[in-house]
């Protein structure tokens, strides 16, 4: 199965950044469908960015984060070639990862 | 309630969800049962916090505290969206020792929109794209040495982000 | 607000210069140059290949949003969707790419095409249905998800290259270039307007809440995924939706008006680079 997750994380000098974009469909509990019932909400709840065994970056987030979301942080310390490890999990208990190269 | 304190109920959900999660996913992505389990853990979710309606319920949930406005947090949102599902925001701070950025969305049905912690090391800006349910102010929180930073914006929106 | 648009609308319509060269022959090379001096004239500032991104090209507001958006664009997972779909053969053995020039990559520019065979126009989209029928697959729904994924594939394979439209000498291919004209050209649904009313006589104006796009390269950023539907969609999708928003009954996709006033546009567009996928509001 693909992945979810579609990472950039680019190093430059001292710094690496990361920009990722998730295939996720953010439903917020708001909307209601064609036939009049709410869709229920199902929604990423945390995203982490470890790197060398450090979380360098966690996003908690909440119904109002765009469908397919995406999120762009920096951090200091990656170097081209390193792992970066992206998870996620959702309301539903729903999960995925990937490690990505740093550019 | 500050979120620490929240630990064991949160502990409870967690082992809940989990276990709906294994049924629903089978075996992950990962083959083995320890590589299924992801690194992100759904402990980690501040559920009160995204309860909240307005900014200050929001931020005590959140930190425990209340913020001032700042000029040093910059929070780069357009003047109108282009359509509210998809609205870009940037938060940039020059403060010192920044632990945490959070974003508000006032008339949004619950106030926190995102939430994220930025470690040792993390530069102090991130940006992400929100959905707004109308025109509404748009507050930039920043976590800095301990004390809570804010900058505020209007984002006039003239197709709702929700659907409609 | 609505009524104020449409005297404005009959008050240019009144004093408008024609966009084809005459009444009923159809001169597609001087249309063309009518059409193309029409915008560069009315928007001076614009860059010709900006046109293309459509509401972006009028709108600063916009255009700094966009610019964001498509930093990491959400139809990329659309482009991986569509690449993994060409690649893969049919039951059969054979691929997509047996039923295209260049095996299909690089070759979105030069569709719509006339097919002399069948005396119609065709489009890419109806042009991968006729692949996946030859080789005893269903076709795929015309307005989004499958059929959008491997559009979006091509139009990627294909970005910066110019439009490149034939008109050839056949009749038939003349009349289908005259027919999609006049329905551009032509006022529709109970709102009584013509493609043109917006996209001639109002781009970078707005319509109710949303800026309208020049019809100059208008096709260039098929497929798209709109922030509006939260997903891709095809030309088709969008053609019937815009009928609807003139209160128009929207025509199955892919009729032959669709497909007619498809080929006009981008004959329209020739040398203008395909920016698809879009991403738009």
Redesign the interface.
């Known amino acids: ?3 979810t997750i ?1 990472v ?1 994380a680019i190093a430059s000098g001292e ?1 690496t950044q990361v ?3 998730i ?1 996720h469909p ?1 439903d ?1 509990g ?3 469908d064609s036939k009049g019932q709410i869709i229920p909400p199902h929604h990423i ?4 960015f ?1 790197h060398a065994g ?24 990656g170097k081209k070639g390193d792992d970066l ?1 992206v ?3 959702d ?7 990937q490690v990505a190269k740093i550019q | 309630m500050n979120e620490v304190s929240d630990a064991p109920d949160q502990m409870r959900r967690t082992i809940l969800k989990s276990a709906v999660g294994f049924a629903a996913l089978g075996l992950a992505a990962g083959g083995s049962l320890t590589s299924a389990h992801a690194a992100a853990d759904a402990k980690a979710w501040p559920e009160s916090a995204f309860k909240q309606k307005n900014e200050a319920d929001a931020l005590k949930a959140l930190y425990g505290k209340a913020g001032e406005a700042s000029d040093k947090v910059n929070l780069d949102a357009p003047e109108i969206a282009e359509n509210g599902a998809v609205v870009p925001i940037a938060i940039a701070t020059t403060l010192p020792n920044v632990t945490g950025i959070s974003i508000l969305v006032l008339e949004n049905p619950y106030t926190l929109a995102a939430a994220y912690k930025i470690p040792e090391g993390t530069e102090p800006s991130v940006a992400s794209r929100l959905k707004m349910a109308k025109t509404s102010k748009v507050v930039a929180v920043v976590e800095s040495g301990g004390k809570l930073y804010t900058a505020t914006k209007e984002v006039k929106v003239t197709v709702g982000g929700c659907g409609g | 607000m609505l009524r104020k648009m449409l005297i404005a609308v009959a008050v240019v319509a009144g004093t408008a210069q024609p966009l084809f060269a005459a009444e009923h022959a159809s001169d597609p090379k001087a249309d063309f140059k009518a059409f193309r001096d029409y915008f560069t004239n009315r928007f001076p500032k614009v860059a010709l290949d900006d046109f293309v991104n459509g509401p972006y090209s009028m709108d600063e507001g916009l255009r700094k949003q966009w610019k964001a958006i498509d930093e990491f664009p959400p139809y990329e997972f659309a482009v991986e969707k569509g690449k993994d779909m060409f690649a893969t053969p049919f039951k059969n053995g054979k691929t997509y790419g047996e039923c295209f020039a260049n095996k299909g990559v690089g070759i979105r520019q030069t569709y719509p095409q006339f097919d002399t065979k069948s005396g119609q126009v065709i489009t890419l989209d109806v042009a991968l249905n006729q692949c996946r029928e030859a080789n005893g697959e269903k076709p795929f729904d015309y307005s989004k998800d499958d059929m959008a994924a491997l559009t979006a594939y091509m139009a990627f394979t294909s970005r910066g290259k110019a439009m490149d439209i034939k008109i050839p000498g056949d009749p038939r291919a003349l009349a289908a270039y005259t027919k999609g004209k006049e329905y551009f050209y032509t006022r529709r649904g109970q709102l009584n307007f013509s493609c043109a009313s917006c996209h001639v006589q109002n781009p970078g104006n707005h319509i109710r809440t949303e800026v309208l796009a020049p019809a100059l390269g208008i096709m260039n950023a098929m497929p798209i995924y709109r922030s509006a539907w939260g997903g891709m969609g095809t030309t088709s999708r969008r053609l019937r939706s815009c009928n609807s928003q003139v209160r128009a009954a929207p025509l199955p996709a892919e009729s032959e008006e669709y497909r007619d006033v498809e080929y006009y546009l981008s004959y329209m567009a020739n040398g203008l680079p395909i920016s698809g996928p879009g991403a738009r509001p």
């Open positions: 199965m693909a992945s579609r950039r710094t920009q990722s974009l295939s953010m917020s708001f909307v209601k709840e945390v995203v982490e470890e450090k979380v360098v970056f966690t996003c908690l987030w909440g119904p109002a984060v765009s469908k397919d979301p995406y999120v762009k942080f920096s951090f200091k310390g490890k998870s996620w999990v309301n539903k208990g729903q999960s995925d990862s």
